[in-house]
């Protein structure tokens, strides 16, 4: 009858053991990956006419932040575009005014550009003032 009752007592045991570990005793762990293969696709830049992007680069007031040559702007405020843009391509163009915060150029500071220029201008006056920002391209 003793050893009954132990084997009864161990059971109980093990069963409240088992019911302790799988009711959040222990923390959670959420599987993920060490490495991420592969990269997230960046947003292609629309076509657009340089022309017309001097316009958009006015009305959107760049000039007051940034000094431009081509625009005869001397802001101060941002990095001066004939120097940081030197050799730049067109997707690192339209990355910037999208995603400015996303590399930020030497002696600035992040948060300084607007990030809302992806929603308040079109494709159509993105491409334009990619464009007009990246004549080479």
Do not use: W
């Not at 009864?8 to 009711?23: D, E, I, T």
């Not at 006015?58 to 802001?75: I, L």
């Not at 391509?89 to 930020?104: C, E, F, K, M, T």
């Amino acid at each position: 009858m003793r050893r009954s009752v132990t084997l009864a007592v161990l059971l109980c045991a093990l069963a409240s053991a088992l019911a302790a570990a799988g009711c959040g005793g222990e923390k959670v762990v959420t599987p993920t990956p060490d490495t991420v293969v592969g990269s997230v696709a960046e947003q292609t830049v629309p076509e657009g006419e340089a022309e017309a992007g001097k316009a958009v680069y006015t009305d959107a007031g760049c000039g007051s932040c940034h000094t431009f040559e081509a625009a005869e702007t001397s802001g101060t405020t941002g990095p001066n575009l004939d120097e940081s843009l030197q050799g730049k391509d067109a997707q690192y163009v339209y990355n910037s005014i999208v995603n400015p915060d996303a590399q930020i150029a030497e002696g600035f500071q992040p948060g300084l550009m607007p990030k809302t220029y992806g929603e308040q201008l079109d494709d159509k006056q993105l491409g334009d003032l990619v464009a007009f920002l990246t004549p080479e391209s």
